[in-house]
């Protein structure tokens, strides 16, 4: 058992880029889901935690969504990341809400 845990540490990317924009798209959720239900924001934190966490164990688990750019979607929220693996260098791209229209999260994986 133990063997298992190394070998999963060590296939982990280590190499995460979250660009600014991305820390805003999760900023301005946190604030809506704060402004909405007191306790919220906090589960949504912990519920992209858990996400990127999915992403680094296991990128290409997700399903490309547009020109090599793949996407996950947060439990129990209608969000989901855009992110880039290549080289094993991952790249968060964007946190959106899924009803956003998607030439906007497309415009900025350009």
């Known amino acids: 058992m133990p063997r298992k845990q190394e070998s999963v540490t060590e296939n982990m990317i280590k190499n995460v880029i979250i660009l600014p924009e991305t820390e805003q798209d999760v900023t301005d959720a946190y604030d809506w889901y704060q402004t909405h239900k007191v306790g919220l924001e906090e589960d949504f934190l912990q519920c992209v935690d858990i996400c990127i966490q999915s992403i680094q164990r296991n990128p290409e688990m997700y399903a490309i969504a547009h020109e090599g750019y793949r996407r996950a979607l947060i ?36």
């Open 75 to 110: 439990r129990r929220f209608p969000y989901a990341i855009f992110y880039e693996y290549l080289e094993d260098v991952l790249t968060l791209y964007a946190v959106f809400h899924c009803s956003q229209d998607p030439k906007k999260w497309r415009n900025r994986l350009r």
